[in-house]
């Protein structure tokens, strides 16, 4: 079945430094791919995604490329902020399947101190 | 356009009873999901609704049950409640199955239920 792997965390960075969080898939079809941010005490937002091989997803300073030939999809920021602080969950949604349903990796804690 | 809502956003349950979450999904969207998000886990799909029948299943037992209603709006009740089934509930609403997984879903804040 589908599967998402994200690395280990928790992860600390200072103000300014760059993410990388790492996040690759298993899938039987062609999935779509999401990451997903989580605030303390709120539901879950989308962040970005991407539908397809090569396709780059981007919003607020951060960007991820599906990569078909290493089943990845890492999430980068060049320089992070305070406000970032918050989980980050890798998902994939099979295109193909009878109801889409999100898998979702076990998720990343960031905080970032100033 | 309005978001995903749900209620209540707390709830205390004592082992052996049963519960009823709510769902109203976002203006637009006609597909409820409803994941489960134990502590310091990522959420696992429980089940998913459209044209108001079930469209699919996780790995949860049958006391896991649901609705959708004709606006679209949905409820997730669980019977029998066990000390584990304390976690996050969330709600996505999304475009019809197939869609969702392109332009994405739309997540409620969820209800947080604790079982003692």
């Known amino acids: 079945g589908d599967s998402v792997t994200q690395m280990e965390g928790p992860v600390t960075l200072s103000e300014e430094a760059f993410l990388t969080i790492n996040c690759t898939y298993t899938?039987?079809?062609?999935?779509?791919l999401f990451w997903y941010v989580q605030y303390p005490g709120e539901g879950l937002q989308l962040l970005l995604k991407?539908?397809?091989?090569?396709d780059k997803g981007s919003n607020k300073g951060f960007e991820a490329t599906y990569r078909k030939e290493t089943t990845s999809f890492h999430l980068e920021k060049g320089s992070v902020q305070v406000s970032d602080s918050a989980v980050y969950f890798c998902?994939?949604?099979?295109?193909?399947?009878?109801?889409?349903?999100?898998?979702f990796g076990k998720g990343i804690t960031l905080s970032v101190r100033p | 356009e309005t978001g995903v809502t749900q209620s209540p956003t707390h709830l205390i349950k004592t082992r052996g009873q049963q519960v009823t979450l709510r769902c109203s999904s976002q203006?637009?969207?006609?597909?409820v999901s409803w994941y489960q998000q134990a502590l310091g886990q990522g959420p696992q799909f429980i089940f998913q609704?459209?044209?108001?029948?079930?469209?699919g299943r996780g790995n949860f037992p049958p006391r896991f049950s649901g609705l959708q209603f004709p606006n679209y709006s949905s409820e997730l009740n669980v019977n029998a409640l066990e000390l584990d089934d304390s976690a996050l509930y969330l709600c996505?609403?999304?475009?019809?199955?197939?869609?969702?997984?392109?332009?994405?879903?739309?997540f409620g804040s969820g209800t947080r239920l604790t079982v003692v």
């Open positions: 609704y459209y044209r108001e029948e079930e469209n």
């Open positions: 996505a609403s999304s475009l019809p199955p197939g869609q969702g997984a392109f332009y994405g879903y739309t």
């Open positions: 991407a539908t397809k091989a090569d």
């Open positions: 998902a994939l949604s099979e295109l193909a399947g009878a109801n889409s349903k999100l898998t």
């Open positions: 203006s637009g969207h006609n597909t």
């Open positions: 899938a039987t079809g062609y999935p779509s």
